[in-house]
């Protein structure tokens, strides 16, 4: 039986990049998973660009680049944008395969680990690392976290859709929102996350699809509807320290409104190889921390704002603030000439954020 340095429990993004990280400086890596392929569960597979400051994506796995965006409130088209290249949809199982290419990867393998008291492996058979076990098993197994779930179905179109296209539709009455992703020319993931049952999502779904097929000439569903939960906790830092540590979503590296979780995740794998390391993390990482608290705080407020407030925020947040809050990518300057023009709530939240952030 080989012997291995580090064993890691789950193959997303989050343990696939930690063994991606491990193997590239020589280190025996095992990745064990208990679903058929890495990338299994349900995901829209869109990253924005800055996930290249952590992580190489070969041009292999990217499916379409992202130029344009567009937002709608109950129907209405309320936000666009179109400046270069705003991100990729990946073909995120060739991608986690490419990341777990110099590991030993083992599927349909489940491993029993526990939380409580601490996070650990419990599971007698599990192989034993020299140095140490990572845990990344998503958000399963996380019961008193703040989960949303999401939903989503893939449809061939009968027209030619825009490869470049992202669009995102709010609706005044739900926290969280629905999507539409191109994967190629004729073919879309639609979905939708938020705070209601998972199913009626599915019903909420299949009416969104049923609606937008007659706009847009016939939409046939060929996948799905599949769908997981998304941990928006926020993070867990007494998690991600523990030995073993816990990274990704596991650990609450999702970004809580926009429930982006891919790039977050790959951002933790590589501190927690840093840190096993005896090396600082990345800077990426602070980053990534900071913004995950502040849009945990914004949910919170939307949450509890009503209907109508939310409508507001959607339809008056300047074009720049929608596209650095959802990323995470504010600059001290812009947040400070945004405040006069915010609702109060967004401007309370963020002049907070102010004093985290370097001028
Ligand atoms: C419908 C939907 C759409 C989404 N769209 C996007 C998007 O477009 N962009 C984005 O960035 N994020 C998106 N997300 C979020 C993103 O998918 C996750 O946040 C991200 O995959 C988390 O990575 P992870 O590696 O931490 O966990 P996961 O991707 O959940 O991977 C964990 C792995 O661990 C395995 N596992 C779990 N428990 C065990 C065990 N006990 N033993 C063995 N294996 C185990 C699982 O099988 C799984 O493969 C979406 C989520 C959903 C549900």
Known sequence: MPSYDYVVVGAGPAGAAFAHFASEKGYRVLVLDQAPWPGFKACGWAVPRQIERTIRLPTEVILTEIKRFRVYLDGRPVQEGEEGTWGYIIDKRSFLEYLVSNATL???????????????????????????????????????????????VIVRSSRDVDPEMVELYFQRELVGYYWVFPRGTRVLDIGVGGYRDPKELVEMLKKFVEKLSEERGGLEVIEGPKGAWINVGGVNTQFFNATPPVIGEAAGFVYPITGEGIRPSIVSA?????????????????????????????????????PDSRARIIETLPLELFIGIGLGELSFMQLLRALPRLPRGVASVLKEALKGLRR
């Open 106 to 152: 083992k599927t349909k393998t489940h491993v029993e680990i526990s939380f409580k008291p601490r996070p650990r492996v419990v599971d007698d058979k599990a192989p034993k690392p020299s140095l140490s076990y990572v845990l990344a098993p998503g958000s399963s197994g996380l019961s008193d976290a703040d989960l949303i779930y999401a939903i989503q």
């Open 270 to 306: 590589a501190a927690a190889f840093n840190r096993l390391e005896g090396r600082s993390f990345p800077r990426e990482f602070d980053q990534t921390v900071r913004w995950i608290g502040i849009q945990r705080k914004l949910l919170d407020m939307v949450k509890k704002s009503s």
